[in-house]
């Protein structure tokens, strides 16, 4: 089955529950995250779906479709974000809808364009991927990626990644270790990763 055939349409996306409402979508740019890399962990029947959290104040919607978040001028650690949508029962699911968005390595959101936001769809195997930057500090929060995740039939999660050995995880009420970003630093680049499960 090709891409495209795994692509739920724009129209059917914007007009089905709560993805209509947060307006997430803009029009396609085709883009391909075959590339990213197999997520390694363990999957067992019956798993845990991932846990919701807010969407705090800076979300924006009709982010930009677009896997690199690395826009001219942003500065930072190189991250790559990969990870797979997958349900209860290990499956993975084709086009679903990743956003994310983040701080930049100041601890700055940009509110007035769409610098380190934007959104891509699952593979066929569930997979997806993002080339963007480690996230700065602000006050009252730790180290973290926004994400929202939407697919054919599941309900809209949005919730939070968080890093490993951060100093303010503890203190960020937010925070939640179930929701740690597995992270290795892989030449320049740090590979972070989460499998994120669907009710």
Not at 53 to 67: I, Q
Not at 113 to 133: C, N, P, S, Y
Not at 134 to 142: A, D, E, N, V
Not at 179 to 192: D, F, I, K, N
Request: overall charge positive.
């Amino acid at each position: 089955m090709s891409h495209d055939a795994l692509m739920p349409s724009r129209r059917h996306i914007l007009t089905s529950g709560p993805l209509a409402a947060s307006g997430l979508l803009v029009a396609a740019q085709g883009i391909s995250v075959s590339s990213a890399p197999a997520a390694t962990p363990a999957c067992d029947d019956g798993d845990e779906a991932t846990l919701a959290e807010t969407e705090g104040p800076y979300f924006k919607p009709r982010s930009p479709r677009r896997s690199d978040l690395r826009e001219s001028g942003i500065e930072g650690r190189k991250v790559d974000l990969s990870g797979r949508v997958l349900t209860r029962s290990c499956r993975p699911l084709a086009g679903a809808l990743v956003d994310l968005w983040h701080a930049d390595s100041q601890g700055e959101y940009d509110n007035a364009g769409f610098r380190l936001r934007g959104h891509v769809f699952t593979d066929a195997e569930g997979r997806f991927l993002f080339r963007t930057i480690l996230p700065g500090l602000y006050p009252g929060r730790t180290r973290h990626y926004h994400v929202k995740v939407k697919a054919p039939g599941k309900r809209l999660l949005t919730t939070q990644f968080y890093f490993p050995d951060e100093a303010r995880n503890a203190a960020d009420d937010l925070f939640r270790r179930e929701l740690l970003l597995r992270v290795s630093p892989v030449a320049e680049a740090l590979q972070a990763s989460f499998d994120v499960v669907l009710a």
